[in-house]
């Protein structure tokens, strides 16, 4: 099981750190990215993080916006959220999947585990 969380409401121009932890399994093995889901729209791939931490990938919105990291001895991925704008407000989401070692292809891939996401709600 995945949990997010690190969600909130903040102003624009602010920022946030994201969560994403496992329970009943070790992270260690696994990639892990971060989805989103805006009211209305398809939800959108935002971030990828590889098993072994050494190949990223973002998506063009997000980038020198927002880094991903992970700490293994927690069992947790980050997500830390700078410059943040109303059209980031979303439910994040965090998925992991294990049969890839570059995170190039993150979008296409199909995820093993998902959580059940974190509110980001950003306005003035």
């Known amino acids: 099981q995945l949990v997010e969380s690190g969600g909130g409401l903040v102003q624009p121009g602010g920022s946030l750190r994201l969560a994403c932890t496992a329970s009943g399994f070790t992270l260690d093995f696994w990639a892990i990215s971060w989805f989103r889901q805006a009211p209305g729209k398809e939800r959108e791939g935002v971030s990828c993080?590889?098993?072994?931490?050494?190949?990223?990938n973002y998506v063009d919105s997000v980038k020198g916006r927002f880094t991903i990291s992970r700490d293994n001895g927690k069992n947790t991925v980050y997500l830390q959220m700078n410059n943040l704008k109303p059209e980031d407000t979303a439910i994040y989401y965090c998925?992991?999947?294990?049969?890839?070692?570059?995170?190039?292809?993150?979008?296409?891939?199909?995820?093993?585990?998902w959580g059940q996401g974190t509110q980001v709600t950003v306005s003035s």
């Open positions: 993080i590889s098993s072994h931490g050494t190949s990223t």
């Open positions: 998925a992991a999947e294990s049969r890839y070692y570059f995170c190039t292809e993150f979008l296409k891939w199909e995820y093993d585990y």
